[in-house]
T-cell receptor, first 114, second 115 residues
Framework: DAGVTQSPTHLIKTRGQQVTLRCSPK?????VSWYQQALGQGPQFIFQ???????QRGNFPDRFSGHQFPNYSSELNVNALLLGDSALYLC?????????????FGPGTRLTVT | AQSVTQPDIHITVSEGASLELRCNYS??????LFWYVQSPGQGLQLLLK??????LVQGIKGFEAEFKRSQSSFNLRKPSVHWSDAAEYFC?????????????FGSGTQLTVLP
């Protein structure tokens, strides 16, 4: 049973560029959440997708956007990259009707902005 | 606002010694509580969770945690630490925000295990 997968593993971008990160949820899960983890910090909630719609957004600017596809996979897009966007981006999947808040995390994508 | 506090940034223990990592939360209702572990360069692995019922919960790798409502705490314990337990540990609270269910994490505790 495949867990949550993310691609790419590492990415280096220049300020002002745009980036797309990808996530495939754990088999049977229908909800995807994205988190940003800056160095030395805990993960911060960016947003959550269910039924191809954004359900909730954390305190992140509109430069951060996402998409969920019919197969439940998801993309995170960040425009106009800033140095402060350098972080580990974690994708987590869950089951909307599961009745719990349990989320399963992927290995993350390490984004470096220079 | 809801928050999670892990007061210890870094803890060092000797292999075979007992371990307790502290977690305090601020939340209006009975929370869903989690402990995750993160090894270097890895994602987060769920160690254990509390939703309701018995306040002492058992997890993987020999970890346990106790929910104490009166102290707003959910401390993680292990009776005998192994060198492979060296990692960063995160406490998290599950929140309902609109129609979404999101996790709010503490800032983590880095565990070093001495041989």
């Amino acid at each position: 049973d495949a867990g949550v997968t993310q691609s790419p593993t590492h990415l280096i971008k220049t300020r002002g560029q745009q980036v797309t990160l990808r996530c495939s949820p754990k088999s049977g899960h229908d909800t995807v959440s994205w988190y940003q983890q800056a160095l030395g910090q805990g993960p911060q909630f960016i947003f959550q997708y269910y039924e191809e719609e954004e359900r909730q957004r954390g305190n992140f600017p509109d430069r951060f956007s996402g998409h969920q596809f019919p197969n439940y996979s998801s993309e995170l897009n960040v425009n106009a990259l800033l140095l402060g966007d350098s972080a580990l981006y974690l994708c987590a999947s869950s089951l909307a009707g599961g009745g719990t808040y349990e989320q399963y995390f992927g290995p993350g994508t390490r984004l470096t902005v220079t | 606002a809801q928050s999670v506090t892990q007061p210890d940034i870094h803890i060092t223990v000797s292999e075979g010694a007992s371990l307790e990592l502290r977690c305090n939360y601020s939340y209006g209702a009975t929370p869903y509580l989690f402990w995750y572990v993160q090894s270097p360069g890895q994602g987060l692995q769920l160690l254990l969770k509390y939703f309701s019922g018995d306040t002492l919960v058992q997890g993987i790798k020999g970890f346990e945690a106790e929910f104490k409502r009166s102290q707003s705490s959910f401390n993680l314990r292990k009776p005998s630490v192994h060198w492979s337990d060296a990692a960063e540990y995160f406490c998290a609270v599950g929140l309902r925000a609109g129609s979404a269910r999101q996790l709010t994490f503490g800032s983590g505790t880095q565990l070093t295990v001495l041989p």
